[in-house]
């Protein structure tokens, strides 16, 4: 468990600091993989890495998943794509991207909350339960204002599904005009 929150803090801090810093967002998205490895291994207290810094005190639903799967039948989220690549793109531009999914479980699925690594990227979900074999959309915008370099950022979604968490990613250069 100790380890679970050293790393945790580690991300809240790089999370705290990196907005712009495309090394930070890189050591954050390979902290994520650790910390995932480590929570498959059972020994480890599950916790959500990319939890809002500031509310690191009050436990997500993902802080409090058990360390078994539930019995019962469950949804399955099965995402047409997990990265999306803009390109190069230019400093101050707006994108968007629209990730499709499709409930592939046994039961309805919940999205109960939608996370991204940096203010400058936005998802919206669907608040709604998608019924078994319904599809969904993830739309995720990334404004590249004041982000130079390449830019990988990940969306984490918490749901009904086991594990609880899924992830997302986009990723784009950004160039100054004129580059």
Do not use: Y
């Amino acid at each position: 468990m100790k380890i679970a929150k050293i790393f945790l803090g580690v991300i809240v801090a790089a999370v705290l600091s990196s907005c712009g810093n495309s090394e930070l967002e890189s050591r954050i998205t390979k902290l994520e993989g650790r910390v995932a490895a480590l929570e498959g291994k059972g020994g480890v207290a599950k916790a959500n890495p990319t939890a809002n810094p500031i509310a690191v005190n009050n436990p997500t639903p993902a802080a409090t998943t058990p360390a078994e799967k539930p019995d019962g039948p469950l949804p399955t989220i099965k995402f047409s794509e997990e990265l999306h690549d803009f390109g190069t793109i230019k400093d101050g531009d707006v994108v968007e991207h629209v990730f499709t999914f499709v409930n592939d479980g046994e039961a309805p699925l919940i999205i109960s909350d939608a996370k991204a690594t940096c203010g400058c990227t936005v998802p919206e979900w669907p608040k709604q339960p998608i019924a078994v074999g319904e599809t969904g959309e993830i739309k995720v915008r990334f404004n590249s204002k004041n982000k130079p370099g390449v830019q990988n950022k990940t969306v984490t979604l918490t749901a009904n599904t086991w594990p609880t968490t899924q992830r997302v990613r986009i990723k784009a250069n950004v160039v100054k005009e004129g580059e």
